[in-house]
């Protein structure tokens, strides 16, 4: 059984339809990578998905129609969002940060810190202080500290030193590690082939490719992705 399941999901902005027949589903302990090419609907997904956008379909979590309920209650089931753009509280510390939607399980300010040392080093900086890559490790701190069952990343590593998106990377598999579910939004195809177990490309909010990834060849990642 599917932990998030995905069928015909559609969304719109205004009169502007982004999404048209998204489907896909993560099982408990899986990754799935989302890709396609800029615009093409993977963060208007993200925000279906966790209810920021109403959306039509089908979409469920462990058996919950998400298409119903609002963000704070999706986020209460066990879905943890790591946004584009980081999005840390820019007046909070970095201690404040992780703390502020805390909730109890193996994912603490111990095993955080333990995972991104930086953020001890920091912990009493503020947010806005750190740099672009040390906002991205608090971002996807604050999202594992409300222990979630699914996490989602939204192009965690766009726009970082290589040393820095290394350290990301690394950090990512050691939550799959973990047996954590993830989805993860990103354009590096020969990191996401290195942690994840199938994928899903959009062209023009439509699902036009789904499989494992080891049978994404080539040419289909040229033509669809631009890789």
Avoid at 131 to 152: D, F, Y
């Amino acid at each position: 059984m599917s932990l998030l399941s995905l069928s015909e999901v559609s969304a719109r902005y205004g009169a502007a339809q982004a999404l048209f027949d998204v489907t896909l589903s993560i099982g408990a302990g899986q990754v799935l990578a989302l890709m396609g090419r800029n615009g093409m609907g993977k963060s208007t997904t993200v925000k279906a998905i966790c209810g920021m956008l109403p959306a039509g379909g089908t979409i469920t979590f462990d058996g919950h129609d998400l298409t119903r309920l609002p963000s704070h209650r999706i986020a209460r089931l066990g879905v943890g969002l790591v946004p584009e753009g980081r999005r840390c509280f820019a007046s909070l510390t970095v201690t404040e940060n992780l703390i502020a939607a805390a909730r109890p399980g193996a994912w603490s300010l111990a095993t955080v810190t333990n995972l991104f040392p930086r953020l001890a080093e920091r912990h009493a900086q503020r947010a806005v202080t750190l740099s672009g890559g040390e906002q991205q490790m608090l971002a996807i701190g604050r999202a594992l500290m409300t222990n979630p069952r699914l996490l989602i990343l939204d192009e965690a590593t766009e726009g970082l030193a290589p040393l820095v998106r290394a350290e990301i990377w690394a950090a990512i598999a050691a939550i799959r590690d973990t047996g954590a579910a993830i989805l993860v939004i990103d354009k590096s195809l020969a990191e996401l082939s290195a942690i994840a177990d199938r994928a899903v490309i959009l062209e023009r909010g439509h699902s036009v490719w789904s499989g494992a990834m080891q049978d994404l060849t080539p040419d289909t990642a040229a033509r669809l992705i631009g890789v």
